[in-house]
């Protein structure tokens, strides 16, 4: 079945580093855009960054930007999220979530992973 | 990429009719895609484009846009509805907003 599957959360010490992955399965991962969403806990979702079909197209949310970088590898079916300069307000839980069109970046995200939380603390 | 905004809490008697809106300038040129979130699960998507349902959502869910608003439409609300629901919309260079989410209470 189609589905996305997180792993790299945990707990870091403000300014380190963390990578998050996101493992595709039951569809062609090269063919569709995909999406980091967070929610901090309590909180709404914040959308983080985009990755086109093909990795040459990247945007991201002013609040994480040159501070985290996404990245993906069609070869793996996976999808990553570089974190460095990490702060408290990246706490939150880390999404994960497919766009919806082939080939294109749209705004609707129809495959959701289970998320990982990333807690930033001393 | 603009805000989209959202009313923090709407309630509604089990089986009527509820409209959560969405307010932004980005929804003038692009449609908005609406979620659904009950607690400790990841959303779900239920509406999409001019008025989209995914497989296997209820055709009680319904979308419509007008200027710079949007709106999802539950007709005859049922107790699972209950969750909160957001709306998102992009912008030109593919940006992607949310908004801050509605608590629906059926009632």
């Known amino acids: 079945q189609v589905q996305l599957v997180e792993s790299g959360g945990g707990v870091v010490q403000p300014g380190r580093s963390l990578r998050l992955s996101c493992a595709a399965s039951g569809f062609t991962f090269s063919s569709y855009g995909m999406h980091w969403v967070r929610q901090a806990p309590g909180k709404g979702l914040e959308w983080v960054a985009v990755?086109?079909?093909?990795?040459?197209?990247?945007y991201y949310a002013d609040s994480v930007k040159g501070r985290f970088t996404i990245s993906r590898d069609n070869s793996k079916n996976t999808l990553y999220l570089q974190m460095n300069s990490l702060r408290a307000e990246d706490t939150a839980v880390y999404y994960c979530?497919?766009?919806?069109?082939?080939?294109?970046?749209?705004?609707?995200?129809?495959?959701w992973g289970q998320g990982t939380m990333v807690t930033v603390s001393s | 990429s603009s805000e989209l905004t959202q009313d923090p809490a709407v309630s509604v008697a089990l089986g009527q009719t509820v409209r959560i809106t969405c307010q932004g300038d980005s929804l003038r040129s692009y449609y908005a895609s609406w979620y659904q979130q009950k607690p400790g699960q990841a959303p779900v998507l239920v509406i999409y484009g001019k008025n989209n349902r995914p497989s296997g959502i209820p055709d009680r869910f319904s979308g419509s846009s007008s200027g710079n608003t949007a709106s999802l439409t539950i007709t005859g609300a049922q107790a699972e509805d209950e969750a909160d629901y957001y709306c998102n919309s992009r912008d030109s260079s593919a940006n992607v907003v949310f908004g801050g989410g509605t608590k629906l209470t059926v009632l």
């Open positions: 979530a497919k766009d919806l069109w082939e080939l294109l970046l749209e705004n609707a995200f129809d495959i």
């Open positions: 990755i086109s079909y093909d990795g040459s197209n990247k």
